[in-house]
């Protein structure tokens, strides 16, 4: 089996594979980066070590016997379809979505008007991102956007910076944030407090941030009759209302940092000057039940212009495709049922090829919703697995793949290499009261893991 990407999905899958009766099975998993955990290490926030502790669990999946880490190998670059189709019964494809949603409006491609997911990928040292800058000299900053993303970046930009030190951020990025000049930030939600997306124990940590007075509107917590019925039906959103509540009851601080959670406001345009962010033009919305039940927001032609410095657009991840695998360009998802890849949306399903995770149902969801999601796949597998459907490889023998992957001149690692790399993370951590400390660059990594 071949594991497309080794991040939470692609390790629930192996686990499930693990765990399953009467099958022997190899299994190889592939990252396009030289560390695994895709985004427990790449995308959960610094400040939030307890979430990332699921890679021990993952650790023991890639300890077993028959489970062997490629990484440093690109999917679509240095392997492709046909060759997965030529070593492997089958293969989960589990790569995440790589890329963010826009907004479609005016001004987007400012200097700094960035997607949140660079920003969370910067501050978390990913590869990629380790030379971003992002304008940090503006009293004000604009969040677009009420999910759990928007929450983490708007918590990251007011933390103060001696808590996050104590943290795994990218030193980079711990360096930009000390000297930010960032007082305020404002988060811009186009619904209700309602309908707002951040899970209710991130949104009370906001209320707890040392040095930060988060401020809203009383009035936006008045609920219009649909809003408040479908606050009743959702426990989450009860919870999310009850907080918001008390944080207007909160006495004004002398913080030097405040949060704004602004509901009901779309922003219209980012507005520049000689290419870069000044603001953003933000107008006012109004709710409105659809017959389907849903409640949506519709402007109101009340506009306003709220000036910053920097802009982090929020409103989600976004799948791209792999050359060679099928793809729904609608729903930016591999086209599949219960798993089973097809060869289009509503297609005919593709033997031996199946996703996992956000590439498959998309980028919603916490770490532990992919595991119940990869179950699913797994059992869809075992059963084509027991009626002999597979990708009927040519050449499936253990060797083929380290043997092609040197001599296409690729550089992957392994497991026990990336080890190597964990530990002189953690060891440098060690020395300044922090979990590690991150190596950003892919050479360094190679180097420290003798590649
Ligand atoms: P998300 O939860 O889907 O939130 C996206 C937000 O963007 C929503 O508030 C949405 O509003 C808004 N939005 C979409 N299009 C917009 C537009 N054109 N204009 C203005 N607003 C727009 O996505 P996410 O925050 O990227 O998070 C992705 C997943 O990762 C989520 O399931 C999240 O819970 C999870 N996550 C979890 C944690 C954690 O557990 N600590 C941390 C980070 C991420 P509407 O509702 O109106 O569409």
Redesign the pocket.
Known sequence: MAVVGAGPAGFFAADALLKARDLVCSIDMFDSLPTPYGLVRE???PD?PS?KKVTAKFDRVAAEPNVRFFGNVTVGRDLDRADLGRHYDHVVYAFGAQSD?R??IPGEDLQGSHP??EFVAWYNGHPDFADWEFDLSHERAVV?????????VARILVTDPDVLATTDIADHALEALRRSRVREVVM????GPA?????S??LKELGRLHGVDVRLNAMDLDLDDASAAEAKRSRVATRNLEILRELTRRPASDADRGLVLRFLA??MEILGSDGRVTGVRVERNRLVETPSGYI??EGTGEIEELPAGLVLR????RGVPIPGVPFDDEHHVIPNVRGRVTDGPGGQTRPGEYAAGWIKRG?????G?NKPDAVETVEAMLEDAAAGENMEPSDPGPESIPELLESRGVRFVTFDDWRKLDEAERAAGEAQGRPRVKVVRIERMLDIMGR
């Not at 980028?363 to 770490?367: E, N, W």
């Open positions: 995308g959960v926030a939030h979430i949603r907004l479609g949140a997911t677009v956007g009420n999910g759990n993303v928007a929450v983490d811009l939600g186009r619904r309908q707002c997306k951040f899970t124990v991130e779309s922003p949506q927001s929020s409103v989600g991840y980028p919603t969801g916490i770490i919703t």
